[in-house]
């Protein structure tokens, strides 16, 4: 039997529900992705591939010498793939808009600017574009409860609408450097942003509130060190080549447990496809 492949939705651009639905931008084309009753990418307008897709598989992290109880709470979880944020402008956008605030808050915030001032795309309304944003006034801001966001995701949206063109060649560790000459853009929010854009989440910053708080849920027996510098100390050294891949089931491990989703070693029938 083929393994369940459960789709991470820890990102508040997903409408959650019976059936979780997503609308996104790529460079050439806007897309509509449910995950119920199976997997679906239905184009809306344009062209070109679909939103891609990265699959982590806990059994990577086999050969690591991982604390006992985090290792076998993510061998329970099984597969996971993960939708890349295509646009970079509206990874840039989600991270800034998570700053500080708590996932549920930062969730009903993105929700609440998508459905003011983004496009319709099928159930779902896409993040405003750079332009949209730098369109609404300061009583729009405070009529979403975004007042405190309004500066920083104009200065975003104006250094992306200036360096979008540069920042698309950079890699993606240069990438994070560079964003963050952007004000009130700093290492989490350069380093959440490209991990959310390029998938690759040895970028992410691993040592953060998320990553620390579900890593000792998942394994209360262990003694994780309460620094943050010393956290990511041994993240780095428990994970070893394997950093994106950990700090990314890490994270889908807190998605299920956050949602009340059941266990994916018993419930497989009700698995996001």
């Known amino acids: 039997m083929t393994p369940t492949t459960w789709t991470m939705l820890e990102h508040p651009g997903w409408e959650l529900g019976p059936a979780p639905a997503r609308a996104l931008r790529t460079p050439t084309g806007t897309w509509l992705i449910h995950t119920r009753p199976a997997y679906t990418?239905?184009?809306?307008?344009?062209?070109?591939?679909?939103?891609?897709?990265d699959v982590?598989?806990?059994?990577a992290l086999d050969?690591?010498?991982?604390?006992a109880g985090l290792h076998a709470a993510l061998r329970r979880l099984g597969r996971i793939q993960r939708l890349r944020t295509a646009d970079l402008w509206e990874a840039l956008a989600t991270a800034i808009i998570r700053q500080v605030i708590r996932a549920g808050q930062a969730r009903t915030m993105h929700h609440a600017l998508r459905t003011a001032?983004?496009?319709r795309a099928g159930t779902c309304a896409l993040m405003p574009t750079p332009?949209?944003?730098?369109?609404?006034?300061?009583?729009?801001?405070?009529?979403?409860?975004?007042?405190?966001?309004?500066?920083?995701?104009?200065?975003?949206a104006e250094a992306y609408l200036l360096h979008r063109d540069e920042w698309a060649e950079l890699p993606a560790d240069v990438l994070v450097k560079a964003l963050q000459a952007v004000p009130r853009i700093g290492p989490w929010t350069a380093g959440a942003a490209v991990a959310d854009h390029t998938g690759d989440f040895s970028l992410y910053p691993h040592a953060d509130l998320a990553v620390r708080t579900w890593a000792a849920k998942a394994d209360p027996a262990t003694a994780w060190p309460a620094d943050e510098g010393a956290f990511a100390a041994l993240w780095r050294a428990l994970a070893g080549p394997h950093l994106s891949t950990l700090t990314v089931l890490t994270l889908a491990w807190g998605d299920h447990h956050a949602h009340h989703r059941p266990d994916p070693a018993d419930q497989g029938s009700t698995a996001h496809h």
């Open 56 to 59: 982590h598989d806990p059994a």
């Open 117 to 119: 001032a983004g496009q």
């Open 131 to 156: 332009e949209q944003v730098l369109a609404l006034s300061d009583a729009a801001f405070a009529a979403l409860g975004m007042a405190f966001k309004r500066r920083p995701l104009r200065a975003a």
């Open 41 to 53: 990418a239905t184009l809306i307008t344009g062209t070109g591939p679909a939103p891609h897709r």
């Open 63 to 67: 050969a690591l010498a991982l604390p």
